[in-house]
């Protein structure tokens, strides 16, 4: 059994919509710093992050699947297509702090909203490109 106590929720605010992220831990590496002399941990690896679109509390099986594929959940609250594509650009602005790829960002919904998911990926790609909404079951 997989321990899911070091997986993080935090609410975040993109420009449009609040949200809440899942955040597995992140691989961590001891950096020297030489002038002033220091160490710092960093985190390392980036992972992928994942937009998810759902009616669902944040469950166990969402942070267990989180944690074993090594992947961000930003779970938007509920709106028009156009104010949770806002959680794209937030996610791109933010990505060093949470240790995401700018380039490794999905769309995915339950069953019920993946048409909404559809819409906001429309959006993003008039801006940037995002592969097409795929559903995800947990």
């Known amino acids: 059994m997989i321990d899911i106590m070091d997986v ?3 609410q975040f605010e993109a420009e449009a919509i609040k949200g809440i992220a899942v955040l597995p831990a992140s ?6 710093i030489p002038s002033p002399p220091s160490v710092r941990i960093i ?17 166990d099986e969402l942070k267990l699947y989180a944690k074993e594929n090594k992947m961000v ?14 959680v794209y ?4 602005s933010k990505a060093k702090k949470l240790n995401i790829e700018k ?6 919904a339950d069953k019920t909203n993946l048409e909404l ?5 429309d959006v993003i790609n008039e801006e940037d490109y995002v592969d097409d909404a ?5």
């Open 27 to 32: 691989d961590m590496k001891k950096v020297v």
């Open 134 to 138: 795929e559903e995800l079951a947990i």
């Open 8 to 10: 993080e929720i935090q």
């Open 89 to 92: 650009a937030y996610a791109t």
């Open 73 to 86: 959940f930003l779970i938007p609250e509920k709106g028009s297509a156009e104010d949770v594509a806002t």
């Open 43 to 59: 985190p390392i690896n980036p992972r992928s992050a994942v937009i998810y679109i759902t009616d669902a509390e944040v469950s």
């Open 117 to 121: 998911a559809a819409a906001v990926v």
């Open 103 to 108: 380039n490794k960002i999905s769309v995915k």
